[in-house]
């Protein structure tokens, strides 16, 4: 089977500039500036947005917003997240790779949105149904999906949106992943990863807390 296409070229980002605009927290903006990062894509991260004062120029009036030197906005986290894995050829190196990673992206955004839910509940309640059923189940189906530590032949946009995730939950329950071999050795590789190394050293405020 013929490989999907990829961008070969010197891309349309390759000489541009942006910023992404977001809170100084560890939510929604978490995956497009991991994507970012591990591109090496030159975006600068603004974690003090005039908030609501740019409200207005934001396209959905929300964060995060990325904004070009080209003029260009991209609203929403996931299509952020998509457009700079395009732009740093993250997309994977076949049909299979591309189709994974989309998966993972649906995948880790239905965790999010978990995650999300117990943070407004009784969260005495709510956070042990989500680490004591809910992400073991997902997880149980992506230990499955896994091979040698990974999903794809290389790192894709998907393998972070799913790596993101799980360190917003690793936040909260250190031990999540000691039951699935596969996943905490994906994890761990990436958490270590040279790309992160800054980011990491000094991170945004944790956002979800279970108490």
Do not use: C
């Amino acid at each position: 089977k013929a490989p999907i296409t990829r961008l070969k070229r010197k891309n349309d980002m390759s000489k541009e500039t942006g910023t992404l605009h977001y809170f100084n927290v560890k939510a929604r903006g978490h995956f497009p500036l991991l994507v970012a990062l591990y591109g090496g894509l030159n975006v600068t991260y603004n974690r003090s947005p005039a908030w609501p004062a740019m409200k207005e120029q934001a396209t959905f009036g929300q964060l995060p917003l990325y904004e070009s030197s080209n003029g260009l906005k991209v609203a929403q986290s996931a299509a952020i997240a998509r457009y700079f894995g395009r732009a740093a050829n993250l997309q994977g190196q076949n049909d299979q790779d591309f189709a994974l990673s989309e998966m993972l992206i649906e995948e880790s955004n239905d965790i999010l949105n978990l995650l999300t839910a117990a943070n407004r509940g009784n969260k005495e309640e709510t956070y042990k149904k989500l680490f004591g059923e809910d992400a073991p189940k997902h997880f149980a189906n992506l230990e499955k999906l896994a091979k040698d530590n990974k999903f794809t032949s290389s790192v894709t946009t998907g393998e972070i949106a799913l790596f993101s995730v799980i360190d917003l939950l690793i936040d909260l329950e250190p031990k999540l992943l000691d039951n699935n071999a596969q996943l905490k050795a994906f994890y761990t590789n990436l958490r270590n990863d040279s790309h992160f190394k800054e980011y990491f050293a000094n991170p945004p405020n944790q956002y979800f807390k279970r108490s």
